[in-house]
Structure formats: structure tokens, C-alpha cells
């Protein structure tokens, strides 16, 4: 069999070459980033192109900066999605990948061999789902979807598992009541799928709910006398009322009538009455009851008894926990410091990891620093500056998170109550709800390490 093979010679200059930059670089990164860095990162993306392994102090005199300007350009770029480093294990040298963000937006392009540039871009929108959201934004905003956008929609559907057609209805929801920032549409459409929302009639089935429950707090607020809006708290007491103890807005607002008359009708009155009424009937086990009993709820907590302060902690015949004031702090103590302790883990695996997370680190110590330092020093320009610096760090730091597959709060500290953050007592100076249980905790905690 005689075989031809063609090929066609090929120039060995690369500067009689072209090399192609996306669109979607120059819209979105080229028009704000530093101009060394956009230099920078064209000259890396022409040698990628062609195979060339750069020394960095020959392009660092090329460029007339500094090789640690160059790594500062590269930390940028990966700092924002665009690029990643590949590290060698025995030097600090490093390869720098070059990621497409068309790819990163619209899914891979399609691969035909037919050497036509302009139809493997028409054909790389493979990805129908996201196509699909952007051009539910685009209708619903009346203006074409920025990439730095498409980008956060496309994230968030990888990233947090948002089946599309939850945050489909997201958008058109949020337009709706007046929002069309993407980061407010990303909040409700996480927020829906962490309440298990798949479909569009699972979101609407959560919203009819809520608006029933709405319904129930206003009768109950209205009941009591109270002209502000319930808080998160509120809401999650009254909830328990309904979920927990089964209660229908008859029987809450028979509970709500024996407050009539007192000078400061409160939730957590009712609250009481209501979970004694349960308890009578053998509902609940383990009670907490060492909350400060100067006043009528304390009184009547768990059918009216008092409570008992033992030493350690102790379980009474009907089921029910005393724990003393003094290992309920220590638990919670023990749990702010155990919530502290891995944050810290997390940071350091990931800085180990992605080395681009000790800068992120150190500069965010640097601005602290100089906040703190300068606290009365610097003038209010400096600090706005300093300030303005920091949050844009943090935003940085979350897109870079999410990037390479983290949720954007994953260093952030991550407390067992976010609503006391492991104190028991809330902002407003209030026992949290998060008490009771708590109790039952360092009860078995405290007997356990009495044990060991």
C-alpha cells in the first residue's frame, strides 16, 4: 500500500504569527486590569501558543519591571479565574494554564475540523441550560448579560448544585419584585435549593408556604399588640410552635391572650406557655433550665419548676437536664474555640494547596494592620482607601473560592448558632434559642470529660 503524507512547512518565527485573544478577556478583564499585568499576560499567551518556556528575568527586562511584578501579574490573573499555576516540586518555578472563559461560560466548544474559526465559535453554545439563563436575563433585564455575570449564574449551577430551572425562575421572581443584581438573584435561588427546591413547583410550594406563614405571624403580632416587624428569631420561635409542637393559630393565639395585661407582653412568655402545655402531654424530654428565672416565663419554664444549680450537671428522673451556668459557658466556649480552630485548618490546607491564598492572607494582615495601627493617624481619605481596598480583596477572594469549586463563605468561621455565634445570647442582649439545646449538649459534654 503506498501511502502520501502532506504537511506544510512551517515558520519557526513566532512573531510572523498570530495569536487570539477572547473577546470576553478583553470586555471583561483588559478594560480594568493594570496595564504591566495586561502585557504580561499577552506575552505568556503568545508563548503558550507556540511552546516557549519563558525565563523571567528576560521578560521582566522585555516588559522594563521587575521579575516579582511578573509573579504579581500571574497572582492577579489566577485571582480572577483566568489562568491557573501548576507548581514544580523542587524549585519555584511554575506553568501557567491558560483557561478559556468562553468554555467557563457557555460550556466547551464543539470540535468540527473544519478549520473555520467563526463556525467553532457559532457552534460552541453546547451548554443549552446556561444559554437558556442568560436569555432569561437578558429578557427579564432588558439589556445583554455582562460575562462577569454569566459567569457568577454559571458558578453558582456548578458550584452549589442549582438545578437550572430553580434558578430560572430565580430571575424572573427577583425582576418581579424589583431586583435584577445577579448576586441578589444568586442568594434566592441558593437559598431555595437549600429548602430542596428542585423544580419551579417546588419553589412555588415554598412560597405559598411562607406566605401562609406570614399570614400566622401577623395575626400573632397583631394579637399581642406589637407594631415592628418579627425578626429572624421570631419567626423561628413562632415556627416551632407550628412545626415542632403542632399547634394550629387557634391554640397560639389562646396562649397569646394570657399576656393580656402585663406590662411588657413578650414571645417568649407565650413561647413558655405553649411548650409547657406540650410537655404536659409527653412531648419533649430534655429541658433546659438554667436561664435566670427573675421574672413570670422563668417561673413557669418546664410545669413551673425551679431550677436546680448543681455543681456539674445532672439528669432528673422525668427526663429533663440541669446544667450549671458556669459548664454551659465553658461548652460554649469550647465550641467558639473548636469553630476557630477549624477555620484555621481550612486556611492552612488551602494555602498549602494554592499557595496564591498565603498572599491573599498576608495582604489582607498588611490592611488590618495599618486600620488598626493608623486608628486615629491616618486621615479619613487613607482609611476610606484602606477600607475599599479590603472589600475588594474579600470579593476576590470569594470569586477565586468559587472558582476552583469552594462556596464562597468556606473560610469563613463557621459557628454551631450563626445568630449567637456560640455565646448564647444574641445582639439585643437576649437568650438565644439555641440555649435549650446547647444544655443537653454540655451536660453529656461535661460528663464525658469528667469520665476521660
Not at 415542632?244 to 397560639?252: D, H, M, P, R, S
Not at 436546680?308 to 454551659?328: F, I, M, Y
Not at 480552630?341 to 488551602?350: I, V
Request: some cysteine; overall charge negative; hydrophobic content about 30%.
Amino acid at each position: 500500500m503506498n501511502n502520501t503524507e502532506f504537511v506544510t512547512e512551517q515558520n519557526k518565527d513566532v512573531y510572523l504569527f498570530s495569536t487570539e485573544v477572547e473577546n470576553l478577556m478583553i470586555n471583561e478583564f483588559f478594560t480594568s486590569a493594570n496595564g504591566d499585568y495586561v502585557k504580561v499576560y499577552l506575552l505568556g499567551l503568545m508563548s503558550a501558543r507556540h511552546g516557549i518556556v519563558e525565563d523571567r528575568n528576560k521578560t521582566a527586562n522585555v516588559l522594563g519591571i521587575t521579575p516579582d511584578e511578573i509573579d504579581a501579574a500571574w497572582d492577579y490573573w489566577e485571582s480572577v479565574g483566568v489562568i491557573r499555576r501548576d507548581y514544580m516540586p523542587d524549585d519555584d518555578s511554575y506553568r501557567v494554564v491558560f483557561l478559556s472563559q468562553i468554555s467557563r461560560f457557555y460550556g466547551n466548544k464543539k470540535s468540527r475540523g473544519s478549520g473555520n474559526e467563526s463556525e467553532e465559535q457559532d457552534s460552541r453554545l453546547v451548554n443549552l441550560d446556561l444559554k437558556h439563563l442568560y436569555d432569561t436575563y437578558e429578557s427579564v433585564s432588558g439589556r445583554s448579560i455582562p460575562s462577569s455575570d454569566a459567569r457568577k449564574i454559571a458558578d453558582t449551577i456548578g458550584t452549589f448544585g442549582v438545578s437550572p430551572e430553580v434558578y430560572a425562575y430565580a430571575i424572573k421572581y427577583s425582576s418581579d419584585n424589583g431586583h435584577s443584581d445577579i448576586r441578589y438573584i444568586n442568594k434566592v435561588a441558593i437559598n431555595w435549593h437549600k429548602e430542596g427546591c428542585n423544580t419551579e413547583a417546588d419553589v412555588k410550594a415554598l412560597l405559598d408556604k411562607d406566605a401562609k406563614r406570614r399570614y400566622l405571624y401577623g395575626r400573632i403580632f397583631k394579637e399581642i399588640g406589637f407594631n415592628r416587624q418579627w425578626t429572624s428569631g421570631d419567626c423561628e420561635m413562632m415556627d416551632r410552635w407550628f412545626d415542632n409542637f403542632g399547634y394550629n393559630i387557634e391554640e397560639v393565639l389562646e396562649a397569646v391572650k394570657l399576656t393580656a395585661g402585663k406590662r411588657e407582653p413578650s414571645l417568649r412568655y407565650v413561647d413558655a406557655v405553649l411548650e409547657n402545655k406540650y410537655r404536659k402531654v409527653g412531648g419533649i424530654e430534655p429541658n433546659y433550665q438554667t436561664h435566670n428565672q427573675n421574672n413570670d416565663q422563668g417561673a413557669r419554664y418546664a410545669g413551673g419548676k425551679t431550677m436546680k444549680t448543681e455543681k456539674s450537671g445532672n439528669a432528673n428522673s422525668d427526663g429533663s437536664v440541669n446544667v450549671s451556668k458556669r459548664v454551659l459557658e465553658e461548652y460554649y466556649k469550647y465550641l467558639r474555640e473548636k469553630a476557630i480552630h477549624d477555620q484555621k485548618e481550612k486556611q492552612q490546607k488551602l494555602e498549602t494547596e494554592m499557595p496564591i491564598m498565603q498572599k491573599f492572607a498576608s495582604i489582607e494582615a498588611d490592611i488590618k494592620e495599618k486600620l488598626l495601627t493608623g486608628l486615629g493617624s491616618i486621615g479619613k481619605e487613607k482609611r476610606t482607601e484602606l477600607l475599599q481596598r479590603q472589600r475588594e480583596l474579600i470579593e476576590q477572594k470569594k470569586e477565586f473560592l468559587a472558582v476552583n469549586g469552594y462556596p464562597e463563605d468556606y473560610l469563613e468561621v463557621k459557628y454551631k448558632c450563626p445568630i449567637c455565634k456560640d455565646h448564647g445570647i444574641t445582639d439585643d442582649g437576649m437568650r438565644c434559642s439555641c440555649v435549650k439545646e446547647r444544655a443537653d449538649e454540655a451536660y453529656r459534654w461535661n460528663k464525658d470529660r469528667q469520665i476521660k
